[in-house]
């Protein structure tokens, strides 16, 4: 099933900082088959990876993880990110953030 929205997150050797960021989402007023979380490496990072793949398998949202094999900056691992991405409408947030709960439900509902 093609979800309405993917998230976008950026990210480089900062796993505490993503873990939050990925609870908000957790947490978020939209249905959670509607949206999958992209969660790209801006260059290898053991502990960002374990990350994500946990939450991948905890299976409460839909993660899924990018390596940049070299670090490119952020603007490059968004692009990787909403190339990845088959969903309609494409939300960036960045690792450091903690998204509102309401956040994709108004983002969907404005687009």
């Not at 929205?5 to 990210?11: G, H, Q």
């Not at 609870?23 to 978020?28: I, T």
């Amino acid at each position: 099933m093609e979800k309405k929205s993917t998230v976008v997150i950026p990210t480089y050797k900062r796993p505490e900082l993503l873990s939050r960021c990925l609870r908000a989402l957790e947490e978020q007023e939209f249905n959670k088959s509607d949206f999958d979380v992209i969660v790209v490496s801006d260059g290898p990072d053991k502990y960002t990876r374990q990350l994500a793949c946990s939450w991948k398998y905890a299976g409460l949202i839909d993660v899924k993880y990018l390596l940049m094999p070299v670090k490119k900056g952020p603007a490059a691992a968004r692009n990787a990110g909403w190339r990845a991405s088959d969903a309609p409408l494409i939300a960036f947030t960045d690792d450091d953030t903690i998204p509102d709960p309401y956040w994709l439900h108004n983002i969907w509902q404005a687009w």
